[in-house]
C-alpha cells in the first residue's frame, strides 16, 4: 500500500510524504521531502530517522512549536485520522477572518483565544465565532 500526504503554508514551510507499506504494517521505503525554515528542516530530519518499523507505531510530533504542528498535521492525513472540526472557509464573519487565518495564528503560537483574537480580530465583535476558534485551538494542541 502506497500512502502520500502534503501539507502547506503558503510562502513558508511545506512537506509531503510518500510511505510504502507491506501487509503486515511494516514500512518497506518512506520519502519525506520538504522546505522552510531551520527549525522545522530539523523536525523533518527527525521524523525521517523514524519512518521505519511499524507504520502505526511511528510516533505523532508532540510539541507545540510550528514544525511540530506542521508534522502532526502532516502524519494525522497520512493516516486519514485529520478530522479538523471546522469545515467553511470563513470562521468569523464579523471580521471577515478566514478559518486558514486562525490556523496559521494558532500554529505560530496564539495557544488562547485572547491571542488568537489579538493576532487575527476573530471574535472581537458577536462571539458566536468563539466556540469554533476554541474547537480548533483543542484540536491543533491536544496530545494524541
Ligand atoms: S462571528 Fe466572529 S465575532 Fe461575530
Known sequence: MVIQSEVRWVGRE???LIVEVE???TIYQ???KGIGGPDFLRALCSLRGQLKGRWKDVPLP???RPSDLLLRELLLKARNEW???YADAELCHCRCVPTAVVDQAICQGAH????????TSASTACGTCRPDVEAILRFRLERR
Request: a negative charge.
Open 14 to 16: 511545506e512537506a509531503s
Open 23 to 25: 501487509p503486515d504494517d
Open 30 to 32: 518512506a520519502t519525506l
Open 62 to 64: 508532540q510539541g507545540v
Open 83 to 85: 478530522n479538523y472540526p
Open 112 to 119: 488562547t483565544p485572547q491571542k488568537v483574537s489579538a493576532m
